[in-house]
């Protein structure tokens, strides 16, 4: 796990940044994305009298890796939901605090609230945003989960580093649907992860022939990363998957029952699309 600190306030590069890509309606279907613009911007308005955002990465890069002829799902949905993982160590750090320093009132944040995860990580110098729009570290590549401790306690400040990506593209060159649109900008609606997991009608079918087997997620854009090769396994047990689900070929995937759903996805952010979303994700692939 790694951490870094930034002083709470109004995130004043990324407001034009988010307004921008709002209004050009990259974000698709994903409605929820227009909501509480304000509180995106500044902590401040989520948690009262913040001073700090505590921001944390958390591996996810498996040892062992799906079978080579499958469907594919993104490696972060391998193991159990992170939502729940993370929340759990987030306010241990919080109990922690508390003991040691007093009373310290703060929220922890998982994904699950409007908060720029990426932004507050690379203000606070654990990466840079990549041309992919993920956070990248030169030590260990991308596959990291972010979460926010925010907090009504001065700090010592981290300061953000420098980008990395040079004058590569491999991300962009290799991106299945053509969603970064520009270096740094990609267009939700048009990622495979969007497709898969966002959208709830009937995938359009100018898609068809361009998910490259990817049935949840997609991590083309890492898996290309030259950072990714300093990649290493996590040590996070409850991120281990099942070991039905790197042995599943494409007529397992195809033939899967409800029953087997439950069993090899029990506690999965795979079950978001529930077992309707993920079939219908598998039969449009076929």
Same mark, same amino acid.
């Given at each position: 796990?790694?951490?870094?600190?930034? %002083?709470?306030?109004?995130? *004043?590069?990324?407001?034009?940044?988010?307004?921008?890509?709002?209004?050009?309606?990259?974000?698709?279907?994903?409605?929820?994305?227009?909501?509480?613009?304000?509180? /995106?911007?500044?902590?401040?308005?989520?948690?009262?009298?913040?001073?700090?955002?505590?921001?944390?990465?958390?591996?996810?890069?498996?040892?062992?890796?799906?079978?080579?002829?499958? !469907? %594919?799902?993104?490696? !972060? $949905?391998?193991?159990?939901? @992170?939502?729940?993982?993370?929340? *759990? %160590?987030?306010?241990?750090?919080? @109990?922690?605090?508390?003991?040691?320093?007093?009373?310290?009132?703060?929220?922890?944040?998982?994904?699950?609230?409007?908060?720029?995860?990426? $932004?507050?990580?690379?203000?606070?110098?654990?990466?840079?945003?990549?041309?992919?729009?993920?956070?990248?570290?030169?030590?260990?590549?991308?596959? @990291?989960?972010? $979460?926010?401790?925010?907090?009504?306690?001065?700090?010592? !400040?981290?300061?953000?580093?420098?980008?990395?990506?040079?004058?590569?593209?491999?991300?962009?060159?290799?991106?299945?649907?053509?969603?970064?649109?520009?270096?740094?900008?990609?267009?939700?609606?048009?990622?495979?992860? !969007?497709?898969?997991?966002?959208?709830?009608?009937?995938?359009?079918?100018?898609?068809?022939?361009?998910?490259?087997?990817?049935?949840?997620?997609?991590?083309?854009?890492?898996?290309?990363?030259?950072?990714?090769?300093?990649?290493?396994?996590?040590? *996070?047990?409850?991120?281990?998957?099942?070991? $039905?689900?790197?042995?599943?070929?494409?007529?397992?995937?195809?033939?899967?029952?409800?029953?087997?759903?439950?069993?090899?996805?029990?506690?999965?952010?795979?079950? /978001?699309? %529930?077992?309707?979303?993920?079939?219908?994700?598998?039969?449009?692939?076929?």
């Amino acid at each position: 796990m790694s951490c870094g600190i930034s %002083k709470a306030g109004f995130l *004043e590069e990324e407001a034009p940044r988010l307004e921008n890509w709002l209004n050009k309606n990259l974000n698709g279907k994903m409605s929820y994305m227009e909501n509480h613009f304000d509180k /995106r911007l500044n902590p401040t308005l989520l948690v009262d009298d913040a001073k700090s955002v505590v921001s944390l990465l958390l591996n996810y890069y498996p040892e062992k890796e799906q079978i080579q002829d499958s !469907y %594919k799902i993104s490696k !972060y $949905a391998y193991g159990q939901d @992170y939502h729940f993982v993370i929340k *759990e %160590k987030l306010k241990e750090l919080l @109990y922690s605090i508390q003991e040691n320093i007093g009373e310290v009132s703060g929220r922890v944040f998982v994904d699950s609230a409007p908060v720029l995860d990426k $932004a507050w990580a690379a203000k606070s110098g654990l990466g840079w945003i990549g041309k992919n729009s993920n956070l990248l570290t030169q030590k260990v590549g991308s596959f @990291y989960f972010i $979460a926010e401790l925010i907090i009504d306690l001065d700090l010592e !400040y981290d300061h953000a580093v420098s980008d990395h990506c040079g004058s590569c593209t491999a991300c962009i060159d290799a991106c299945p649907t053509q969603a970064i649109i520009a270096p740094y900008i990609v267009d939700g609606s048009k990622c495979i992860s !969007y497709f898969t997991i966002e959208l709830k009608e009937n995938i359009p079918n100018e898609m068809k022939g361009h998910f490259d087997d990817w049935v949840f997620g997609c991590d083309t854009c890492q898996d290309v990363c030259p950072w990714n090769r300093f990649s290493k396994s996590h040590n *996070e047990p409850l991120f281990n998957p099942n070991p $039905a689900l790197l042995s599943m070929t494409k007529k397992d995937w195809e033939e899967m029952t409800q029953e087997t759903f439950k069993i090899v996805f029990k506690d999965s952010p795979v079950k /978001r699309t %529930k077992f309707q979303g993920l079939t219908r994700n598998v039969d449009f692939l076929k």
